[in-house]
Structures are given as structure tokens and as C-alpha cells.
């Protein structure tokens, strides 16, 4: 991920002050708000991640017979990733 935990903590932070500001939202508890925020962020931002993790476990699984056809890791890993994008609906 690109950003820290306590980055994305403080992000989520300045959204929720923001949104309560601006009077986009109502709220009883601004912590428990906060925390929600704080979830979704972490969850997109590391979206990335998860598919880097997932490019990898399938391109393990073909090694040997990439390794047979002489095919190029980093061209396989972008196109298995651009799959996994558009399968997920992701915005990278």
C-alpha cells in the first residue's frame, strides 16, 4: 500500500471532520463514524495489494510451464493483473 496505517487513520480523521463540517452527515458517535472511514479507505487502498498477492499465487501455479515456454514474468504478471482488474471492477 502506499500509505501508512496511521496515515490512512489520519485521512480518515480529516474526511469524517470534513463530511460533519460541511453538514454532510449527521452523527451521534464520531468515533464509531471515523473508525467505518477509517475501514473503507484501508480496504480500497490496499486493494492493490490483494491483487499483486492473488497475480502472484496464480503465476506459482503456471512457473514450470512458463518456465518451459520461456514466457516473461513481468509481461504475465501484467497481463494476469489487468485481468484480475477488470474481473474485480477495480480503479487502479
Known amino acids: 500500500m502506499l500509505f501508512s496505517k496511521e496515515y490512512v487513520g489520519y485521512l480518515a480523521r480529516?474526511?469524517?471532520k470534513k463530511l460533519i463540517?460541511?453538514?454532510m452527515i449527521e452523527v451521534s458517535?464520531?468515533?464509531a463514524v471515523t473508525e467505518r472511514v477509517n475501514g473503507a479507505l484501508f480496504?480500497?487502498?490496499?486493494l492493490e495489494d490483494r491483487i499483486n498477492d492473488e497475480v502472484r499465487v496464480i503465476l506459482e501455479a503456471y512457473s514450470e510451464e512458463m518456465r518451459k515456454?520461456?514466457?516473461?514474468y513481468q509481461?504475465?504478471?501484467r497481463k494476469v493483473k489487468s485481468e484480475l482488474v477488470r474481473k474485480y471492477k477495480a480503479v487502479l
Open 14 to 16: 480529516e474526511v469524517t
Open 21 to 23: 463540517a460541511g453538514k
Open 29 to 31: 458517535a464520531v468515533p
Open 43 to 46: 480496504d480500497e487502498l490496499s
Open 69 to 72: 515456454t520461456g514466457a516473461n
Open 75 to 77: 509481461e504475465m504478471f
